[in-house]
């Protein structure tokens, strides 16, 4: 992370607004403070920070602000982290965990932060990096199928072997999915999936002459939350399309079977139409 790397706090509570803004500080990060009014929440918004941070205590007595902040997560696809206080009754609505990011106990010490910013940012800081190391070795293990080795397997009447695949890594053409990086490459463009874009997608991808049922996907995305409806569904759906179809409204990709749910449009590798 650098000094880029933005974290907002939605809260009144003093705690933890003193811990961020120190751990903000140490770190190099910047950092911004937020009440629950809209006018403040609209201006997190505009600044887009990677992480917004929502107290418990907020929750408690801002529950009608909730539909903006929900439109912080899903539409504007910034990650929502919520604190809730364990020793009380949740005080969050069920539906509303469909769209957080992840819930950590409060109240949060420094390293319960440290460990959840490594995990959630450690890969989408070096995600281009990551894209450029693949390709390089993809050029150069493709190089080390020497000439003899193709005509060796030209004589057995044998495919190749992909040196560059490995078991973290799959491709359906024209997508290339890496799951160790959770990325997933467009005619050999990085799309900039959510967490919930990218597990939508490697569901489709991993059976792609499967039409996947909608309560099939909906127990995928969020399996402890029995609170999730087609509508969370379909406005995932929505953003994902919107990052892959050339018309969302017509899509070619990710087709809707009507009366089932949904598949991947894809040729598996070996088939034609």
Not at 45 to 52: A, E, F, L
Not at 57 to 79: C, E, G, T, W, Y
Not at 143 to 159: D, V
Request: charged letters at 25%.
């Amino acid at each position: 992370m650098n000094t880029n790397f933005r974290i907002g706090l939605i809260s009144d509570d003093p705690y933890h607004q003193g811990l961020l803004k120190g751990y903000c500080q140490a770190h190099r990060y910047k950092f911004f403070e937020s009440t629950a009014d809209r006018e403040s929440i609209n201006k997190m918004i505009q600044i887009r920070p990677n992480i917004v941070i929502l107290t418990d205590s907020l929750a408690q007595d801002q529950k009608n602000n909730f539909d903006l902040i929900r439109d912080m997560s899903v539409n504007h696809q910034i990650p929502v982290c919520y604190l809730r206080d364990s020793n009380k009754a949740p005080s969050l609505p069920k539906e509303v965990t469909c769209w957080l990011d992840a819930t950590l106990d409060a109240p949060l010490d420094v390293n319960q932060l440290k460990d959840y910013l490594h995990n959630k940012f450690k890969l989408h800081h070096r995600f281009i990096q990551e894209k450029r190391n693949h390709e390089r070795r993809a050029v150069i293990d493709r190089r080390m199928i020497t000439s003899e080795q193709q005509n060796e397997a030209a004589y057995h009447n044998q495919p190749i072997k992909n040196l560059s695949s490995n078991e973290h890594c799959f491709m359906i053409e024209p997508f290339h999915i890496d799951q160790r990086s959770k990325s997933v490459l467009f005619n050999g463009k990085l799309l900039n999936l959510t967490r919930k874009e990218y597990e939508l997608f490697e569901l489709l991808a991993k059976d792609i002459d499967r039409v996947f049922m909608t309560h099939e996907i909906i127990n995928h995305l969020w399996p402890e939350n029995n609170r999730a409806t087609k509508s969370d569904l379909y406005q995932y759906m929505h953003l994902l399309r919107k990052k892959i179809e050339e018309d969302p409204n017509n899509p070619q990709w990710i087709l809707t079977v009507k009366g089932f749910g949904y598949k991947l449009n894809v040729v598996a590798p070996g088939k034609v139409n």
